[in-house]
């Protein structure tokens, strides 16, 4: 599990110093390329269509990537590393582990709304070699582990109600992984009012009602009734 955790490290680091590209024709490549994956599939998308997109030719993408599976692995980097960045923020942030699953549930929405995001979720992983699949699943796992944490987390601080973490994290991915599907950029919905919806109904189920009672009734407690006024008789 360490040597595990040691290598999907360094292919984060390694993917982040790729993307501080200056002139910013990789970053295009990879927004047109994910484009079509999601318009028309990984396969049925050849590296011609994407170099006829970005109106430059064949040869000058493999300047950039090495193969077709080489840009959608990169696509599964940029959307596995805007997860985990805004994972490191909710950390940053402190707050009860309910706290911590409610901008889970934000930011996840806000990234699985973009197109990096997206590919994340509706690509089908399988089509990469068993290394590159084999990265990519470890970028996964690391995302659930640290959702399972802050629910853990929220059992123990009392914010979130008695469960089993793995049973809850995969009831919460499912429910937002499903946006993909249904979701449309120019729908009625915007990714802010999506996300803010869910929050509210998933840690709603989450919410430790016994233990918010519980303070309700001792505030209660703590505040002493006041004295009626002496009148003269």
């Known amino acids: 599990m360490a040597k595990d955790s040691h290598r999907t490290e360094r292919h984060w680091k390694a993917f982040a110093d790729r993307r501080r590209d200056p002139d910013g024709k990789r970053e295009a490549i990879l927004r047109t390329a994910v484009q079509l994956f999601l318009e028309d599939s990984y396969s049925r998308t050849a590296m011609n269509d994407i170099a006829q997109r970005l109106n430059i030719t064949k040869p000058a993408l493999y ?42 549930i934000r930011s996840y929405t806000g990234v699985i709304t973009n197109d990096f995001g997206r590919a994340v979720i509706r690509l089908d992983d399988g089509e990469l070699s068993p290394e590159g699949r084999a990265e990519v699943r470890s970028y996964k796992r690391e995302i659930d582990r640290r959702l399972r944490s802050f629910i853990q987390e ?41 996300a ?8 709603d189920g989450l919410r430790n009602w016994d233990k918010t009672a519980g303070e309700k009734s001792l505030r209660l407690v703590d505040q002493k009734p006041s004295r009626p006024k002496k009148t003269s008789a």
């Open 154 to 194: 929220g059992i123990e601080d009392g914010s979130i109600a008695p469960c089993d973490p793995k049973l809850a994290a995969f009831s919460i991915a499912g429910s937002l992984n499903w946006i993909c599907m249904w979701f449309q950029p120019r729908g009625s919905l915007t990714p802010d009012e999506i």
């Open 196 to 203: 803010a919806s869910f929050a509210a109904g998933i840690t």
């Open 63 to 104: 300047h950039y990537f090495r193969n077709k599976e080489d840009v959608l692995l990169e696509c599964y980097r940029w959307g596995c590393l805007l997860i985990r960045e805004s994972l490191d923020d909710i950390m940053a942030q402190g707050g009860s582990g309910l706290d911590k699953v409610r901008e889970f």
